[in-house]
Nanobody, 127 residues
Framework: QVQLVESGGGLVQAGGSLRVSCAAS?????????????VGWFRQAPGKEREFVAV????????SYADSVKGRFTISRDNAKNTVYLQMNSLKPEDTAVYYC???????????????WGQGTQVTVSS
């Protein structure tokens, strides 16, 4: 199956920036490759449900963002490197969460649409 590994999380002050990466290898059980998958970023704060952050289509031409991050976060992908990035600017304390990347056969914003998940990377924004 597709293996997803996030990296780049850490501690940053409010107003700062971080870039998290999602590197992939392998195929899904249906034989789908990473480069033919939509890839989303989700986050989960303690005591809260996992929520959608951003998604990018397999070719990179389609992107969608949660209202809470629109204008501050940018998702991009490099299929030659099997990697998706999330550039996070103007970070706020409420952005603190574990950030997960996930792959899906369709372009979507719902957790249930995604069939491969990474282990997550912690992002902490101090005030």
């Amino acid at each position: 199956q597709v293996q997803l590994v996030e990296s780049g999380g850490g501690l940053v002050q409010a107003g700062g920036s971080l870039r998290v990466s999602c590197a992939a290898s392998g195929r899904t059980t249906s034989g789908r490759t990473f480069s033919s998958s939509a890839v989303g970023w989700f986050r989960q704060a303690p005591g809260k449900e996992r929520e959608f952050v951003a998604v990018i289509s397999w070719g990179g031409g389609g992107k969608s963002y949660a209202d809470s991050v629109k204008g501050r976060f940018t998702i991009s992908r490099d299929n030659a490197k099997n990697t998706v990035y999330l550039q996070m600017n103007s970070l706020k304390p409420e952005d603190t969460a574990v950030y997960y990347c996930a792959a899906a056969p369709v372009f979507g914003t719902q957790v249930r649409q995604y069939d491969s998940w990474g282990q997550g990377t912690q992002v902490t924004v101090s005030s």
